[in-house]
């Protein structure tokens, strides 16, 4: 099974978004106000993002973050996709913030992930000038090749250990039993970690989808071997962790509404915000989603275009969106 990279690292950051902030944030982690959670606009964020001249696909996240004297603020959040370089980078990273800051009038900060080897285009800055006028544009940056393994591993913080796992890209194996061995040994050391079982569950299958096998034989075998070690009759995927997680908080809040409304609208609640969740998500067909939250694929796409009504956009632009996202799976 193959998941895009940055489908993982979205999917990875929003699950343990505790962890990254306080990882990637450390010195500022005491003002934020981790107790009010966190808000994720990626629909916002796509609607602003200047067109990448690279074509690539980058792993862009937009989080609404409560500081603890009440101040909203938003973390721009980019992750730099490992096996090539974008020489435009560092315009992109202004543009972004700009179009952000002058919509909304929030104050950002940004980080730029850089899962690489390619220093060159390792950007700190954005700078323009022009006949005496300067710009200068910095931000956070992480350069993953710059933070060996064995330092990974001593760090408590169980977004160490993604950073870890990532170096599976920066120093491949020769081949895959070498592969094998990696991820199996990173797994075990993981378990010697004092993380929460669901939280481990995450991170064991970024592990596992991060540099997929290319030999079927050897990754049946790293299967069993994943079966053996975590003692489980069957691993659990990165995006089945996700979808685990999600309906649970929608039946959470379901029920949570159930005792107010009734069963019945507390299940209809718990199905609406599933399906919301995992329009979120942006990996599933509407049929798929129709499947899993067990409704009609024509009630999917009203609770879907209901939403994207309420983020302020009009009945056409709901439904040329919702077109083209369906036209994504034809």
């Known amino acids: 099974m193959h998941i895009s990279k940055d489908a993982l690292w979205k999917g990875i950051i929003e699950s343990l978004i505790d962890e990254f902030i306080r990882f990637f944030f450390a010195e500022y982690a ?131 250990a993604i950073m870890e796992a990532a170096w599976q890209y920066l120093d491949q194996p020769a081949d895959d039993q070498e592969l094998r061995a990696l991820k199996l040994n990173l797994i075990e050391r993981l378990k010697m970690r004092d993380i929460p079982r669901d939280k481990i569950s995450l991170i064991i299958n970024f592990i596992k989808f991060y540099l997929p096998f290319t030999n079927s034989e050897i990754e049946a075998i790293f299967e069993q071997d994943l079966m053996a070690l975590t003692q489980a009759d069957k691993p659990m995927g990165l995006i089945e962790a996700i979808l685990e997680d999600v309906k649970q908080q929608g039946l959470e809040q379901g029920l949570e509404q159930g005792r107010e409304l009734g069963i019945v609208e507390g299940i209809a609640l718990e199905k609406r915000e599933f399906a919301r969740k995992l329009w979120n998500l942006q990996e599933f067909s509407f049929e798929k989603v129709a499947i899993l939250v067990d409704l009609p694929v024509e009630d999917v796409m009203a609770i879907i275009q209901e939403t994207l009504l309420d983020e302020g956009l009009s009945k056409e632009e709901a439904k040329l969106q919702l077109d083209s996202y369906q036209g994504r799976f034809s």
Request: glycine share 4%.
């Open 30 to 160: 005491d003002l934020i106000d981790f107790e009010r959670g966190f808000e994720f606009l990626d629909t916002e964020l796509q609607k602003l993002l200047p067109e990448n001249p690279s074509r690539r696909r980058h792993a862009d996240k937009l989080i609404k973050v409560w500081l603890k004297d009440g101040e909203e603020v938003w973390f721009l959040i980019h992750v730099e996709v490992q096996g090539y370089s974008d020489p435009f980078f560092d315009r992109r990273m202004y543009e972004c913030v700009y179009r952000i800051g002058d919509k909304f009038q929030r104050p950002v900060t940004a980080l730029a992930i850089y899962t690489d080897w390619e220093h060159k285009h390792h950007f700190k800055e954005y700078r323009s000038s022009f006949l005496g006028t300067e710009l200068v544009y910095k931000f956070n940056t992480y350069v993953l090749c710059e933070h060996s393994p064995a330092e990974l591993s001593q760090n408590p913080n169980p977004f160490a």
